[in-house]
């Protein structure tokens, strides 16, 4: 394991408001003493009103890049000086490189994060049935950009205000928006349900979803991963639906990230996700 910060150490690091609650610094640093890597990855509370300082900062400050989560994501877009194509039709970044020459190039990698361990998690799922994905912020245009890509022809959304649904519809034609009082009958025939809101998370209030039209082969998501198991996972466990988690998205996102920083493709196992749940 890396002990201190020396003059060769390559050093990255999470930029949000709060982050103390976050695990990337765990997930990234287990990575950095299994491969050996004279690197760090440090937590970095930045105020919104400083977020464009602290970007403009980073290579003066010899970082190679950044993380970027809640609140920065989709201000973040603008403030940087290249935007790949994926944070670009997702809205938000939520990776940013520096550059040999010093500029700053924004990524998306929840896109990347979700599909992977959706694949990993429920290799059963199929592209060719319909999805239903619950919210329409920028998880959900990440969600919905990763399973176009992935060929699903058709993604049921709804989200509690329509306005910010039917804003989803830029991003394809394969998007049928739903009134958030028709969710239950959203779900007949589907192959995949994802919630990408923060109903059922820990001091949220709880995510209301009767799974009855939901057929029972169906593969229920829900991205939340505090609590681990949500009252919707819960559920679909209890009525045969295969069900995955949301700590999956948060490993696999951080992958692309990490090969960006540390030039290593590194792994998801039983014991990274041991390590990051503190078992």
Known sequence: MTIGIRGT?????????????????????????????????????????????????????????????????????????????????????????????????????????????????????QAGRPAVVLGAGGSARAVIVALIDAGVTEIRVTNRTRARAEALQELGPSIRVIAWDKRTAALDGAGLVVNTTILGMGGQPPLELDLKALPVDAVVNDIVYSPLETSLLITARARGNPAVDGLGMLLHQARPAFHAFFGVDPAVTPALRAHVLGT
């Open 9 to 125: 150490t390559r050093i990255a690091g999470l930029m949000g408001w709060p982050v103390r609650h976050s695990r990337s610094p765990q997930l990234h640093g287990y990575w950095l003493a299994e491969h050996g890597i004279d690197g760090a990855y440090i937590p970095l509370p930045v105020e919104p009103a400083r977020l464009e300082t602290a970007l403009r900062a980073l290579p003066a400050l010899g970082f190679i890049g950044v993380n970027v989560t809640v609140p920065h994501k989709a201000p973040a877009l603008s403030l940087v000086d290249q935007v790949n194509p994926v944070a670009r039709r997702a809205g938000a970044v939520n990776t940013v490189v520096v550059q040999a020459d010093g500029t700053l190039e924004g990524r998306n990698t929840d896109a990347f994060g979700f599909l992977a361990a959706l694949e990993q998690d429920a290799p059963q799922w």
